[in-house]
């Protein structure tokens, strides 16, 4: 038969099949990570709201957005939940954002704000702080001014997931999709970082990639010491403290385009390095274990490509073979990235993503070595 391949496998000499079987394990770990990391999350079935209204502090802080907190902020304020406010902190604005938020106060009886009279240096992190210490509800989430009202049935879910013993809920935050290559790039990069986060989150590895759309109890912020220590982070503010909370808590997430927010922001090449540099900052705050498997899934990923290209050069005869698991790669791949687009409401990506998929664990080796070059040269001076 033309495609009687026994022969080919009787042929291979043991070494042959040690060199297969040890690119074939590259296959087979990465087909596995894929399945029980990510097909886990896209598949993993969310529980629908309940009755609970557990009280929730919706907090920002805002540094001269008076026109966002114009478009945005009304409609946060008149979400149809029982109980929750919405606190607003001015890092000493130099536009009317506290004309805007005084005048808002007097109709908005949800919404309080406070702020920083001057100008200090770490004011970004000082704002947190100040934030968490006048939310007067035990429960907190964090959002950003620019981002646009949520579904009815956010503020539910959160609720719910404390109601049965969660003490951090993790959803997904997203941009508005707009125009421009770097800001679809930025949606992708951003994708791929939030379902790793939660991927782990289920398989016992928790950590969060940014502080937007995570809940948490603030008593577990000051009992953690808060970002004392940890004030000259230039990249980083509450996740450094998020991911010391969920390494000891329980931890829901929520991988739901109605259990998610959007920001409506313009999206350039500086914000999509910025992006890779977050987190690349935020892994060195990792545990031990999760930064291993992190680096180990990405070593696969890169590896993967040049397994197949050997197998199907120094065995042209199994190509039929190396194409049939090659194709599954891909299909499973295709499915689970598809249906977690599908799931967080995030259009017209899916074929951006798979091929970013394929180029970026190289690309963001240059970029962080360029990352690292920079930090070093501004450490000395030069």
């Not at 297969?20 to 990510?38: A, M």
């Not at 629908?48 to 907190?69: M, Y």
């Not at 390494?247 to 500086?270: C, H, Q, Y």
């Amino acid at each position: 038969m033309a495609f009687d391949i026994l022969p080919y496998f009787q042929a291979l000499t043991v070494t042959d099949w040690i060199i297969i079987g040890v690119l074939l394990l590259v296959w087979l770990l990465r087909l596995l990570y894929d399945i029980f990391f990510y097909g886990r999350l896209a598949f993993r079935k969310i529980p629908p709201a309940g009755l609970s209204s557990e009280p929730i502090t919706v907090f920002l802080v805002e540094r001269n957005e008076e026109e966002n907190l114009r478009n945005n902020l009304p409609e946060w304020l008149l979400m149809g939940y029982p109980h929750y406010e919405i606190l607003v902190v001015d890092d000493f604005s130099e536009d009317n954002s506290p004309g805007v938020l005084g005048i808002y106060r007097t109709n908005y009886p949800r919404l309080k704000i406070t702020s920083l009279k001057q100008e200090t240096r770490f004011s970004a992190k000082m704002a947190r702080n100040l934030a968490l210490k006048a939310a007067s509800h035990e429960i907190v989430v964090m959002i950003h001014a620019t981002a646009v009202s949520p579904d009815d049935h956010w503020l539910p879910g959160i609720s719910t997931a404390f109601s049965k013993g969660k003490h951090v809920v993790v959803g997904y935050s997203g941009i508005v999709p707009g125009e421009g290559f770097y800001h679809r790039m930025y949606r992708v990069e951003s994708f791929f970082q939030q379902i790793q986060s939660m991927a782990y989150c289920l398989n016992g590895m928790p950590y969060v990639t940014n502080e937007e759309n995570v809940a948490f109890f603030k008593g577990s912020y000051f009992d953690h010491g808060g970002l004392a220590g940890k004030i000259r982070e230039e990249y980083l503010n509450l996740e450094l403290v998020i991911n010391e909370i969920v390494r000891k808590g329980k931890v829901a997430v929520m991988p739901d385009g109605k259990l998610s927010i959007r920001k409506k922001v313009s999206v350039g090449k500086d914000e999509w390095k910025d992006l890779y540099h977050r987190y690349f900052r935020l892994k060195g705050y990792l545990g031990a274990g999760t930064r291993t498997m992190i680096n180990l899934s990405g070593l696969l990923t890169m590896l993967l490509p040049f397994a197949f290209a050997f197998l199907f050069i120094a065995y042209p005869n199994l190509s039929l073979v190396w194409g049939g698991i090659l194709i599954l790669k891909v299909l499973v791949n295709v499915l689970i990235i598809k249906r977690l687009l599908n799931r967080l409401n995030e259009p017209k990506i899916i074929v951006s993503s798979f091929i970013y998929a394929l180029f970026a664990p190289y690309y963001k080796i240059l970029v962080h070595w360029r990352f690292i070059n920079s930090r070093r040269k501004r450490r000395w001076g030069t």
